[in-house]
């Protein structure tokens, strides 16, 4: 079971977009790319968080691996997207070295992260109207 559809960077425009404006978060096994999207209308947060993976080949040449990490990542995504603040978007970049790693590491270090960037726990950026 993937993402729901609202929730996915799909769009190359958008990866690049997020890699160059975004701030970044690193921990041990993960890395975070954010970018906040204002909204242009009357109502501020419409628009969901959406996430995109990326996983290379430096982490497994094996497409099987690759794959299965990217599972664990939706996973702990739709776990924790109850508690993420609208407007944001995210690409979660796998570091080498992680194909040991469990589920609960994996969902540990992104709620860090999550928090570190002020997505999680009711943060939101401020708007000047």
């Not at 079971?1 to 190359?12: D, I, V």
């Not at 993420?84 to 570091?95: E, T, Y």
Request: proline fraction near 4%; include cysteine.
């Amino acid at each position: 079971m993937g993402l729901p559809q609202e929730h996915r960077l799909k769009r190359r425009k958008d990866f690049q977009k997020v890699y160059k404006q975004g701030g970044r978060y690193t921990s041990p096994h993960l890395i975070i790319r954010t970018l906040f999207e204002s909204c242009s209308e009357n109502s501020l947060n419409s628009q969901p968080t959406c996430f995109g993976i990326s996983v290379s080949q430096k982490v497994s040449k094996k497409a099987v691996i690759r794959n299965r990490i990217k599972r664990l990542i939706r996973q702990a995504i739709r776990e924790l997207l109850p508690q993420i603040s609208n407007g944001w978007k995210v690409v979660i970049v796998i570091r080498p070295g992680s194909v040991e790693c469990k589920y609960d590491r994996f969902l540990r270090e992104l709620k860090q992260l999550l928090i570190k960037a002020e997505i999680i726990n009711g943060h939101q950026r401020e708007y000047i109207l």
